[in-house]
């Protein structure tokens, strides 16, 4: 049972991963890389910069010390104009407008 499980879930990845690279590489990646600088380009300036130190800072520390660092981060965070605009827009059904840093 657990076998079959196992070995479902590594054939739908492996169908999942072969499907989104079995077009043309060059349109691909183009219009994937144009999609994603959609994607972050609407997020929050200070949400995008977060990330990005947590990510960097987490490289050379431990799990334990990387999730402190984390929760420091977002406590930090939560006081800033970003997290009120992002919620007011997805209860109004509209586009978030957030400030530039």
């Known amino acids: ?57 987490s490289r050379d520390q431990t799990i334990e010390q990387g999730l402190d660092y984390i929760a420091t981060w977002n406590s930090a965070m939560l006081i800033s104009y970003d997290l009120t605009e992002a919620v007011s827009a997805q209860i109004q059904k509209r586009k978030a407008v957030f400030a530039k840093l």
Do not use: E, N, W, Y
Not at 31 to 51: E, F, N, Q
């Open 1 to 57: 049972m657990g076998h079959q499980s196992f070995t479902r879930r590594r054939r739908r990845r492996h169908r999942l991963i072969s499907t989104s690279s079995s077009s043309s590489p060059v349109r691909s990646s183009s219009g994937s890389s144009l999609s994603l600088h959609t994607c972050i380009a609407a997020k929050s300036p200070l949400a995008v910069t977060g990330t990005k130190a947590v990510l960097l800072r």
